[in-house]
């Protein structure tokens, strides 16, 4: 474990030996990119978070996320990509000690404004995790799940949503037959796409996801990956990912965060061919990581 200038404890690996202190973030390169004809969808201003006193995770995290793309977040592991994406719906609300400073926006909007629903804003900033975690019911019922809780009962009315929702995550061909089945029968790759499916019965704006392919076999990689593709045509999407090829071959924008600070934003092509950041051609390049 190391300690950095603000606190943060880290696991101390090779790559902190070849970072400290040697090569530095050049101050003077500003991180957010101002994407200027780009509609802003979440937007964080000077976002510091902390999961406890002595356990500074993010700091002052500026950045941009634009509307209907696909923006990717790499880094080194425990630099603070899942704790970011957390942010954006407040899932690390549930931590006991967990605190922040600044603010996140999302259209605009402060998601700590008093007043704000929990459940309207999971509902609208959806999320997928690295491990599938279909619930112990039938295919329908997973789907139709969220749809549920908020009211809908309507049986044509629900059955229409997970039609639509399987069919957005790619899934309806392979289960259309067999709705009532229970989902853990399903394998990993369909149990992936059945979360995304999940996610989208609740009609979000905005789906996180967390290393969504990272336990998957390449085929079923390349299936989310397509899936991605076609979900960006409606849905803003922010995808951790460890995965490099991943990161160019499906996001639009690429931010690069390191010790809880994020280094670069740009577009992916950028990031990938001739990034502003020792730091960042450090890392796209193997040199650490
Ligand atoms: N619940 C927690 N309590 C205290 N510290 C935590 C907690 N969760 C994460 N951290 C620390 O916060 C930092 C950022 O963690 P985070 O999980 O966001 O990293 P990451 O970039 O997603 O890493 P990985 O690529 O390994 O998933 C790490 O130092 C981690 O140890
Ligand atoms: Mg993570």
């Given at each position: 474990m190391i300690e950095t200038e603000s606190g943060v404890f880290l696991e101390k690996t090779k790559k902190d030996e070849i970072l400290t202190p040697e090569t530095k973030i050049d101050k003077s390169v500003k991180p957010v990119l101002a994407m200027s004809n780009e509609k802003i969808v979440i937007e964080t201003k000077t976002l510091d978070f902390y999961y406890n006193a002595d356990a500074h995770a993010l700091k002052n995290i500026n950045i941009h996320i634009p509307d209907k793309k696909v923006t990717a977040f790499i880094g080194p592991s425990g630099c603070g990509?899942?704790?970011?994406?957390?942010?954006?719906n407040r899932m690390n609300d549930l931590i006991s000690d967990a605190f922040h400073t600044g603010e996140i926006l999302i259209n605009g909007v402060d998601i700590y404004k008093e007043g704000t629903r929990l459940e309207d804003l999971r509902k609208q900033v959806g999320m997928v995790f690295q491990k599938s975690n279909p619930f112990p019911m039938s295919i329908w019922e997973n789907v139709a799940f969220g749809p549920k809780v908020n009211g809908i009962n309507?049986?044509?009315?629900?059955?229409?949503?997970v039609e639509s929702a399987l069919k957005?995550?790619?899934?309806?061909?392979?289960?259309?037959?067999r709705m009532q089945n229970s989902a853990l029968d399903?394998?990993?790759?369909?149990?992936?796409?059945?979360?995304?499916?999940?996610?989208l019965a609740n009609k979000p704006e905005i789906?996180?996801?967390?290393?969504p392919a990272?336990?998957?076999?390449?085929?079923?990689?390349?299936?989310?990956?397509?899936?991605?593709e076609e979900l960006k045509k409606n849905y803003t999407i922010v995808i951790v990912t460890h995965n490099m090829q991943q990161a160019a071959r499906?996001?639009?924008?690429?931010?690069?965060?390191?010790?809880?600070?994020l280094i670069e934003v740009d577009l992916t092509k950028k990031?990938?061919?001739?990034?502003?950041?020792?730091l960042t051609e450090d890392y796209i390049t193997g040199r650490f990581g």
């Open positions: 990509k899942s704790t970011l994406l957390r942010c954006f309507d049986k044509d009315e629900l059955n229409e949503i957005q995550g790619d899934l309806w061909r392979e289960v259309k037959d399903l394998s990993g790759g369909q149990q992936q796409r059945l979360c995304i499916a999940r996610a789906i996180l996801m967390d290393e990272s336990a998957l076999d390449p085929i079923s990689t390349g299936k989310i990956e397509e899936t991605i499906i996001s639009d924008y690429t931010a690069f965060m390191m010790l809880g600070e990031i990938f061919t001739n990034p502003t950041q020792k």
